[in-house]
């Protein structure tokens, strides 16, 4: 994120000696990415960040993903998935909706403070469709909300403390996520033509310090998973500047492109990762040429799967399909996929959409985890025909 801050105390030069008030350095700690050659932060540590006292395996529960076979369009509903009766974390807790080489999509409903936690494989991007609390970070702390993207870097450490339970759809990328880069001018900065810009971002304000020894941190790797213990807490950042950092972005300050006859899917572009975009879809008003079509047209994303996850208001194209609130759709590459029967005369002459979702674009095929099983609605597929084997 190509964003310049400033948090906390640093020194004037990088690089020099920085003293706490016994006299003793601050430990420098460069957190950045592609090897010294792109955005990065400059964090001043009480203690060392090296310091680990112990290491330690811990089972993945991730769980296996199976191909979408046969291949057909697919509804799933995530307020059917349970979690045990004291609560789960947003870490721990999450179960695997789908995944491929590119992307991890789980989903959770977080009640219980999560565990430190770093993904070391890549940047993770977590959506809250509801409930809130504080997202805490070596940075410093974001307090979030229903409706709030947040961008976690790799390698930052973290924990999520829920207020009130938190639905969240999580996305853990192979690589890095942030905004498109047609939406950048060359320096990083948000161009006109942008949805949003850095009016609309937060991030930390203020260090978090916590004190503690022997403070175990969950670290998620290309092998697996271990359990460093640290000599210190981690939060123990004095202050930071630089461009990398974990920052929120509330999806109603998206602001919508609309136009006379109706508009792609990337106009509603919002993110970019590896081999996958996300988009969001908000309240708008629709196309206003007077024989425009506002529902989508039929099409078929040759490159791509199609997952939506609805998160509000009542989505016209879907109408009749049993799709609701915290609903997923996928609609995969090999499959044309469209409006539901009749949702094309319905929505003509109207002028205003009151839906809120949350798409993800995937250029490799998605497999399904254990989570999406658990929660199909088989009669999904077979819903613009009316008729099928889970129908008759």
Known sequence: MAYYRQVGEIPRKRHTQFRDPEGGLYAEELMGVEGFSAD??????????TAIVDARTVEDTRGPTAPNLPLKPRHFKTPDLTWPDGGADAVTGRRT?????????????????SPLYRNAAGDELLYVRS???TVETIYGAITVGDGDYVVIPTSCTYRVVPDEPMDILVLEATGHVGPPKRYLSGKGQFLEHSPFCERDLRGPVEPLLVDGEDVDVLVRHRAGLTRFTYANHPF?????DGCLYPWAFNIRDFEPITGRVHQPPPVHQTFEGPNFVVCSFVPRKVDYHPL??????NHANVDSDELMFYVG????????SGIGIGSLSLHPSGCTH???PGAVEASLGVEYFDETAVMVDTFRPL????????TEDPKYAWSWARRGPDLD
Do not use: C, M
């Open 40 to 49: 990065s932060a400059l964090l001043y540590h009480r203690f060392l960040p």
């Open 97 to 113: 909706l789908f995944g491929n080489p590119d992307v991890t999509i789980g989903f959770v409903v977080a009640s219980a403070p």
């Open 131 to 133: 409930g809130g609390g």
């Open 236 to 240: 123990d950042v004095v202050g930071w």
């Open 292 to 297: 425009s079509v506002p529902v989508p047209y």
């Open 313 to 320: 208001g009542d989505y016209e194209a879907r109408k009749g």
């Open 338 to 340: 469209g409006p539901q």
């Open 367 to 374: 497999e399904l985890g254990e989570a999406a099983l658990a």
